[in-house]
């Protein structure tokens, strides 16, 4: 983790963060501090689990309205409707109880109730010159990062692309870590998403953009991922795990916010547009294949990710480091489940050729450690996933 003289960044990491078991009942001072009204935003599968009958409890009569049509990738129509209906119902604050959909959704409602239109006109980066609508945010997985980042992903689906927004002024005010939010969440789903906080953390670590302070957060976080993602994996009920799960996943967050992501993420946002497969489930799969892509680049950076993961590299040289690195993401992987071959998913070859069209105009692909020359290059990654 070198650095030079030239070294400059810029740090942001506004959000308050409450964490422990039973920290939801903090949510009713937080609201009040924020607004008079809340609307609530989460998904249908959250109301089954009986979370959302916990927290509109908390909130009582600090509750404006729910709004639970959040699907796995939302969209700006979803995003638009739901502003619509918080608006309607005089809400001030809202509270996204939910995964990184419903978050990034919250995140584009905040911004279409502040500045009216349709999340349509703000794609970008710091388009915007003032806070936006206060928003407290309840993490019901631990991977996203949404809760304590400046972006939101959201699909378009008349582009057939997902779009980035980036907006420091959008950056959630508070996030209320409650390990026991998380305990419901199934095992296949606990790893897909753990896998999405391990990307966050070894792509920041690697970004373009990365600096001294970013480095530490992603570090921290993948030696948290690689110990408790099994244990929460193999047992939901375990709360310590759980618990520092969504640490290593806010930590992550914190890293990748101000670092960026890189190759990971611009493909596994295609494969989301175009083939609908779920970014955790993704980010699982390619990993291992990008770190064999860049470890040329950076051998250094991919030695500190192997020594964190517990790989001994004393002896090794450059190249067995890199292969080290990334044969022991692709077992850690595979312990927790995510094995598959994206042959698997029902992906075919002619998906994967646009995919790897689409990954070239991807706002992440800017910050991978190693320049991408064109889209033949992406193709080869995902053919050795595939
Ligand atoms: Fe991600």
């Known amino acids: 983790m070198q650095y030079d003289a030239d070294l400059n960044f810029n740090y942001f990491a506004p959000t308050k963060v409450i964490f422990g078991a039973g920290s939801i009942d903090e949510l009713s001072m937080e609201v009040s501090a924020l607004g008079k009204k809340a609307f609530l935003i989460t998904d249908q599968g959250l109301i089954e689990t009986g979370l959302v009958d916990q927290v509109r409890d908390k909130l009582g009569n600090l509750l404006a309205g729910v709004y639970a049509d959040v699907p796995q990738d939302s969209g700006m129509d979803v995003v638009d409707r739901g502003a619509e209906s918080a608006l309607a119902a005089g809400a001030d604050v809202l509270v996204s109880l939910g995964g990184g959909s419903v978050i990034d959704t919250a995140k584009g409602m905040c911004i279409v109730m502040k500045e009216g239109g349709s999340l349509r006109d703000f794609q970008g980066m710091q388009l915007l010159t003032r806070e936006q609508t206060p928003h407290v945010v309840i993490p019901t997985t631990a991977g996203t990062g949404s809760e304590v980042t400046s972006g939101a992903v959201v699909l378009d689906k008349d582009q057939g692309q997902k779009i980035i927004i980036f907006e420091y002024f959008n950056t959630p005010r508070v996030a209320i870590l409650d390990p026991r939010m998380t305990e419901k969440l199934p095992a296949n789903l606990t790893a897909a998403t753990g896998m999405d906080a391990m990307t966050h953390a070894v792509e920041s670590y690697v970004a373009q953009a990365r600096n001294p302070i970013s480095d530490a957060a992603a570090l921290h976080a ?35 916010s101000n670092a960026m992501v890189g190759l990971v993420h611009a493909m596994a946002h295609s494969l989301g547009a175009i083939c609908r497969i779920p970014h955790g489930l993704a980010n699982g799969i390619l990993l291992p294949h990008v770190m064999r892509y860049n470890a040329d680049e950076i051998p250094g950076l991919t030695a500190d990710i192997a020594e964190a993961m517990g790989v001994a ?40 050729e646009k995919c790897a069209d689409l990954s070239m105009s991807d706002g992440s692909i800017i910050y991978n450690p190693k320049m991408v020359m064109d889209a033949a290059e992406v193709l080869n990654v995902y053919l050795k996933a595939y």
Not at 231 to 254: C, D, F, K, P, S
């Open 222 to 256: 993948i030696k948290l991922i690689v110990r408790y993602l099994p244990v929460a994996v193999e047992n939901g009920r375990n709360l310590v795990a759980r618990g520092q799960m969504q640490i290593a996943a806010l930590l992550a967050g914190w890293a990748f």
């Open 313 to 352: 590299v004393n002896d090794m040289d450059a190249s067995a480091v890199a292969n080290a690195a990334a044969d022991k993401m692709e077992t850690f992987a595979g312990s927790v489940g995510l094995n598959q071959r994206l042959g698997d998913l029902g992906v075919s070859e002619e998906d994967l």
